[in-house]
């Protein structure tokens, strides 16, 4: 690892699977200063701090003791950078896989002006092909968390994840406070994570194909709860009826082609209820 600026790099985890976790830890520990753990309760949290230990001092973990929700992790992580003085920190998830050389292809493009989140382009487990990259930078007002990299000074200025979406819309809720304040999402021209999103399966209506991803009851009840939660944040914008017309799209889908629907609408349903009572 060179000298210079640096590089923290965070995972969060909740009951992993250890062959993937190695992969992941293995796959960024040369690339960065050091790595954090921060668990969110799993139930084999002795297995993981044995196996933490086995990378020590270069790995670390923060104990929750509970699920408290991937945003209170992820600040959990910045809290960590900032404490430690580390220049920006990547945010990973516990299935993500970083290919090498990702953190190198980042310094190239830390003269960008007002960055707030710098990405890479991710290949999905689940698809046998994956879209092609831009051969330039181009500006991403969507960024999901997992494999980017933000400067810790704006964490620390208060660009933090809202702990009260818990899980979804954690990342596009960052992504708005960061544009509304002037601040750009950049994605590079490099593939730097391997990824997973959900079980995608391929399913045929009429003449056209969609993709399902086969979400569990809980995280779909946390996908329309805070679809809600968006609009009452921000208002009726472009954005969130976007939000909404997804998550619509997503039931949808669930009714049509996925196991557990009567669970899954349950949840749907509650989820908008809850919205609407919530205060934010």
Same mark, same amino acid.
Do not use: W
């Given at each position: 690892?060179?000298?210079?600026?640096?590089?923290?790099?965070?995972?969060?985890?909740?009951?992993? $699977?250890?062959?993937?976790?190695?992969?992941?830890? /293995?796959?960024?520990?040369?690339?960065?200063?050091?790595?954090?753990?921060?668990?969110?309760?799993?139930?084999?949290?002795?297995?993981?701090? %044995?196996?933490?230990?086995?990378?020590?001092?270069?790995? #670390? *973990?923060? $104990? =929750?003791?509970?699920?408290?929700? +991937?945003?209170?992790?992820?600040?959990?992580?910045?809290?960590?950078?900032?404490?430690?003085?580390?220049?920006?920190?990547?945010?990973?998830?516990?299935?993500?896989?970083?290919?090498?050389?990702? +953190?190198?292809?980042?310094? &190239?493009? /830390?003269?960008?002006? &007002?960055? !707030?989140?710098?990405?890479?382009?991710?290949?999905?487990?689940?698809?046998?092909?994956?879209?092609?990259?831009? @051969?330039?930078? *181009? $500006?991403?007002?969507?960024?999901? @968390?997992?494999?980017? /990299?933000?400067? @810790?000074?704006?964490?620390?200025?208060?660009?933090?994840?809202? $702990?009260?979406?818990? *899980?979804?819309?954690?990342?596009?809720? /960052?992504?708005?406070? =960061?544009?509304?304040? !002037?601040?750009?999402?950049?994605? *590079?021209?490099?593939?730097? =994570?391997?990824?997973?999103?959900?079980? +995608?399966? %391929?399913? &045929?209506?009429?003449?056209? &194909? @969609?993709?399902?991803?086969?979400?569990?009851?809980?995280?779909?009840?946390?996908?329309?709860?805070?679809?809600?939660?968006?609009?009452?944040?921000?208002?009726?914008?472009?954005?969130?009826?976007?939000?909404?017309?997804?998550?619509?799209? #997503?039931?949808?889908?669930?009714?049509?082609?996925? %196991?557990? #629907?009567?669970?899954?609408?349950?949840?749907?349903?509650?989820?908008?209820?809850?919205?609407?009572?919530?205060?934010?």
């Amino acid at each position: 690892m060179k000298q210079g600026k640096k590089f923290l790099a965070g995972i969060v985890t909740f009951n992993p $699977e250890f062959e993937r976790l190695k992969e992941n830890i /293995l796959g960024i520990i040369s690339q960065v200063h050091q790595v954090i753990l921060v668990d969110n309760g799993s139930d084999n949290i002795c297995d993981i701090i %044995s196996f933490v230990n086995s990378f020590a001092p270069s790995v #670390k *973990i923060i $104990e =929750l003791g509970e699920n408290l929700g +991937i945003a209170t992790a992820l600040n959990k992580i910045g809290d960590f950078a900032v404490e430690h003085e580390f220049c920006y920190f990547l945010a990973l998830d516990q299935d993500s896989v970083s290919l090498p050389g990702v +953190i190198e292809e980042f310094k &190239k493009y /830390l003269y960008l002006p &007002k960055i !707030g989140l710098l990405n890479s382009y991710h290949k999905d487990r689940n698809l046998q092909s994956n879209s092609p990259q831009n @051969t330039v930078v *181009i $500006e991403d007002p969507q960024m999901i @968390t997992s494999g980017s /990299l933000m400067p @810790t000074y704006l964490f620390e200025q208060g660009f933090k994840y809202d $702990e009260r979406l818990f *899980i979804d819309k954690v990342d596009f809720d /960052l992504d708005i406070l =960061l544009m509304n304040a !002037g601040y750009h999402l950049y994605q *590079i021209p490099f593939y730097g =994570l391997l990824h997973e999103v959900g079980e +995608i399966k %391929s399913q &045929k209506f009429l003449f056209y &194909k @969609t993709k399902t991803y086969n979400h569990s009851p809980f995280r779909r009840y946390y996908m329309s709860r805070n679809t809600v939660l968006m609009f009452k944040k921000y208002g009726l914008t472009k954005r969130t009826l976007m939000f909404f017309i997804a998550d619509v799209g #997503k039931a949808g889908k669930t009714l049509l082609y996925e %196991s557990k #629907k009567a669970d899954k609408l349950k949840k749907v349903i509650q989820g908008y209820i809850d919205g609407i009572k919530y205060k934010v």
